[in-house]
């Protein structure tokens, strides 16, 4: 019997380390991963890669940031539109046609920022229009992971991926970043990013599984005028206000953990601390592909939320060390709300949205981080890291509350109806 029950618990312990192995290699995924891949880790570079380039050719932190929000605001506003093209075209046309424009804007971003004396205007427009054009390989690889493995398991594991693969690019893009800048020339990180970037989308665009789905996409009839918006959807606003609450608690603790660190006679301990945020989100959403708990998306979003606001407190008590508790448990519950959201999208709207609905999440992210930020700089400047972190931490409970009293909304449902008219 022992022996037995041993056998079963190595099996699963396979089957769970095979997972990603089968995702990842499944017909069709292995190309796009790899080129997805690279283009993750470049586009985890370009904010701090563009900070770098104009702060050290102008001389000012404070300008230099302001290009990087701009750049930022395009990015993010970007994401539905580009979705909203995926989803009718498929991504091959939508990605070549924005790498044809991102890289001679990148170029002439470039060029722009070397000449010393560029009008602020001028360089706020072309870093607006850069960043709008840039191709969202996270946007499209996550509109082909439908079309590359069957739903259930497989899925998740494909969405967990994504999650892991983007938090291990952000924790190395920095030091690749400085390491470059610092060792070369300052605007090598830059022109590396935006150069990788346009090759990957032309790589992921021109692969034969994506040419394929574009092509399918093509055929198909299009969606009708009358459709349901995306926004409009069942559930979606509650996704959304997740979405939300996960942008603001991580735009707090972006902000916050530095500012700590620095009142704490350790200022060099922020980097560590962060990196260790990223590390413990990993092997949260490790953990959670193996075994989601609980079983029900829809009650498990809430209380992931809830977790996250929760485990902030250990900042209160502990100095560094109550910091890097509060970092090492509240990143256990990063990647699984971002899988979490993952999963419960496909179950509330139909596939010809999808990719525009992960714009929107998408987007949302990227406002509740920058609203999450400024606050915090903010309280922290009149009041102290620790009531930053003590209204974080409400901040998020509160959105956890939102979402517990709406969740009966994102309960699985049929969206069928979508897609009988589509194909009528």
Same mark, same amino acid.
């Given at each position: 019997?022992?022996?037995?029950?041993?056998?079963?618990?190595?099996?699963?312990?396979?089957?769970?380390?095979?997972?990603?192995?089968?995702?990842?290699?499944?017909?069709?995924?292995?190309?796009?991963?790899?080129?997805?891949?690279?283009?993750?880790?470049?586009?985890?570079?370009?904010?701090?890669?563009?900070?770098?380039?104009?702060?050290?050719?102008?001389?000012?932190?404070?300008?230099?940031?302001?290009?990087?929000?701009?750049?930022?605001?395009?990015?993010?506003?970007?994401?539905?539109?580009?979705?909203?093209?995926?989803?009718?075209?498929?991504?091959?046309?939508?990605?070549?046609?924005?790498?044809?424009?991102?890289?001679?804007?990148?170029?002439?971003?470039?060029?722009?920022?070397?000449?010393?004396?560029?009008?602020?205007?001028?360089?706020?427009?072309?870093?607006?229009?850069?960043?709008?054009?840039?191709?969202?390989?996270?946007?499209?690889?996550?509109?082909?992971?439908?079309?590359?493995?069957?739903?259930?398991?497989?899925?998740?594991?494909?969405?967990?991926?994504?999650?892991?693969?983007?938090?291990?690019?952000? %924790?190395? /893009? *920095?030091?690749? #970043?400085?390491? +470059?800048? =610092? &060792?070369?020339?300052?605007?090598?990180? $830059?022109?590396?990013?935006?150069?990788?970037?346009?090759?990957?989308?032309?790589?992921?665009?021109?692969?034969?599984?994506?040419?394929?789905?574009?092509?399918?996409?093509?055929?198909?009839?299009?969606?009708?005028?009358?459709?349901?918006?995306?926004?409009?959807?069942?559930?979606?606003?509650?996704?959304?206000?997740?979405?939300?609450?996960?942008?603001?608690?991580?735009?707090?603790?972006?902000?916050?953990?530095?500012?700590?660190?620095?009142? %704490?006679? /350790? *200022?060099?301990? #922020?980097?560590? +601390?962060? =990196? &260790?945020?990223?590390?413990?989100?990993? $092997?949260?959403?490790?953990?959670?592909?193996?075994?989601?708990?609980?079983?029900?998306?829809?009650?498990?979003?809430?209380?992931?939320?809830?977790?996250?606001?929760?485990?902030?407190?250990?900042?209160?008590?502990?100095?560094?060390?109550?910091?890097?508790?509060?970092?090492?448990?509240?990143?256990?519950?990063?990647?699984?709300?971002?899988?979490?959201?993952?999963?419960?999208?496909?179950?509330?709207?139909?596939?010809?949205?999808?990719?525009?609905?992960?714009?929107?999440?998408?987007?949302?992210?990227?406002?509740?981080?920058?609203?999450?930020?400024?606050?915090?700089?903010?309280?922290?400047?009149?009041?102290?890291?620790?009531?930053?972190?003590?209204?974080?931490?409400?901040?998020?409970?509160?959105?956890?509350?939102?979402?517990?009293?709406?969740?009966?909304?994102?309960?699985?449902?049929?969206?069928?109806?979508?897609?009988?008219?589509?194909?009528?």
């Amino acid at each position: 019997m022992r022996s037995s029950a041993r056998r079963v618990r190595r099996s699963i312990q396979h089957d769970d380390a095979s997972s990603y192995r089968t995702v990842l290699t499944a017909p069709g995924a292995l190309p796009l991963v790899l080129w997805s891949l690279l283009g993750r880790l470049a586009f985890a570079m370009t904010n701090l890669s563009l900070l770098l380039y104009v702060s050290a050719v102008g001389g000012s932190y404070a300008f230099a940031g302001s290009m990087t929000a701009v750049s930022l605001i395009g990015t993010a506003a970007s994401a539905i539109g580009q979705g909203r093209l995926i989803d009718r075209y498929g991504p091959t046309r939508p990605l070549l046609a924005l790498a044809a424009a991102y890289g001679p804007l990148s170029l002439a971003l470039i060029a722009l920022v070397s000449t010393h004396r560029s009008p602020s205007l001028l360089l706020a427009c072309v870093v607006l229009a850069q960043s709008t054009t840039q191709p969202l390989l996270v946007v499209a690889s996550r509109a082909m992971w439908p079309r590359l493995v069957p739903e259930g398991r497989p899925r998740q594991t494909a969405y967990s991926y994504e999650i892991i693969s983007t938090e291990t690019c952000y %924790l190395l /893009a *920095p030091a690749i #970043a400085a390491t +470059l800048a =610092a &060792t070369l020339w300052p605007g090598t990180p $830059l022109t590396l990013a935006s150069g990788t970037i346009t090759i990957t989308a032309v790589g992921f665009a021109l692969a034969p599984s994506t040419r394929r789905s574009s092509g399918a996409e093509r055929r198909a009839v299009p969606p009708p005028k009358h459709a349901q918006a995306v926004l409009r959807r069942r559930g979606i606003p509650i996704l959304l206000t997740a979405a939300l609450g996960f942008g603001t608690g991580v735009g707090f603790v972006a902000v916050g953990v530095p500012a700590a660190a620095t009142a %704490l006679g /350790a *200022p060099t301990a #922020a980097g560590l +601390l962060l =990196a &260790t945020w990223s590390i413990s989100s990993v $092997l949260g959403g490790l953990a959670h592909n193996r075994r989601p708990w609980p079983a029900e998306p829809s009650l498990r979003l809430p209380l992931l939320v809830a977790a996250f606001g929760l485990l902030l407190c250990p900042v209160f008590i502990g100095g560094l060390y109550g910091i890097a508790t509060a970092m090492i448990l509240t990143g256990l519950s990063l990647a699984p709300q971002l899988t979490t959201q993952n999963t419960l999208l496909d179950t509330l709207v139909p596939p010809h949205q999808v990719s525009e609905a992960f714009g929107w999440i998408t987007t949302v992210i990227a406002l509740g981080n920058a609203i999450g930020q400024s606050a915090s700089g903010a309280v922290i400047e009149h009041n102290g890291y620790k009531t930053a972190f003590l209204v974080a931490a409400s901040s998020v409970l509160g959105f956890a509350a939102v979402i517990a009293l709406g969740r009966h909304r994102l309960r699985e449902h049929a969206v069928g109806n979508d897609q009988l008219e589509r194909g009528n």
